[in-house]
């Protein structure tokens, strides 16, 4: 067993070496080229519903994110445009967010693929094409309001599933990337409201398993997972 199959089975660090780090840059750069080859410097559409909310709140971030909030709960995409919104930043700014969640969405789905086996650069090149030049990845860097919310919940969404992959939860249930990947978990959940079903289904998947293998700690975490 190498050095990196001895942290995984032990629950340690969920990423090491440079691997994580260059799948990351070059997803970014990805990322940004295709916001990029879209970008415009004016806000429209249900971009200005942030700003209209901004200045019937006085341009009080805490105010804007109370009304965002009260029209629908979503605790930290609201965070992200009541802080834009009343901020005056550039159109830029959102871009950059929104291309920074691509880009670590990406990362997260071709180190995924990696850990299937070293020799999977063309299925991680179909993969990136795929999501790039999809409906879905090919409208959202238009409306920074819809790429927000969508890259930034599948982002965090995958890059808890990497965490409990990564440590081999289902035979090695640990703490702290169990905690690692409910934290990430939540912030995809208070990012969109979809990730109810999918965080259910994993804490489902990792129960199940506990069941099966009689680990009540594998079952309190798909208890709790599921419970999210």
């Known amino acids: 067993m190498d050095r990196g199959e001895a ?11 440079a691997e994580w780090w260059k799948l990351l840059a070059v997803a970014m750069l990805i990322s940004t080229i295709v916001h990029l080859l879209v970008f415009h410097p004016y806000y ?11 200045e019937a709140s006085g341009g009080s971030f805490l105010e804007t994110f109370a009304k965002l909030n009260s029209y629908k709960p979503r605790v930290l995409f609201n965070g992200w445009w009541a802080l834009i919104s009343t901020s005056d930043w550039p159109r830029l700014v959102p871009m950059l967010v929104s291309a920074g969640f691509l880009a670590v969405a990406l990362a997260a789905a ?12 063309m299925l991680q090149i179909m993969l990136v094409l795929v999501v790039v030049t999809c409906r879905f990845g090919v409208m959202l860097p238009f409306d920074y309001v819809a790429s927000i919310i969508e890259f930034s919940s599948l982002a965090f969404f995958l890059l808890g599933l990497l965490i409990l992959i990564r440590a081999r939860f289902l035979e090695h249930v640990s703490v702290k990337p169990g905690l690692m990947a409910l934290s990430l978990f939540a912030a995809a959940i208070f990012s969109h409201e979809r990730y109810v ?26 208890v709790i997972l599921g419970a999210l």
């Open 110 to 121: 071709c180190f995924l693929v990696q850990l299937r086996g070293r020799k999977a650069l």
């Open 44 to 54: 429209f559409g249900d971009e200005l519903f942030n700003f209209a909310m901004a």
């Open 197 to 222: 079903a999918a965080v259910f289904a994993v804490g489902g998947v990792i129960g199940l398993a506990g069941l099966l293998r009689r680990k009540p700690a594998g079952m309190a975490w798909g």
């Open 7 to 17: 942290t995984n089975s032990s629950g340690g660090p969920f990423l090491q070496g």
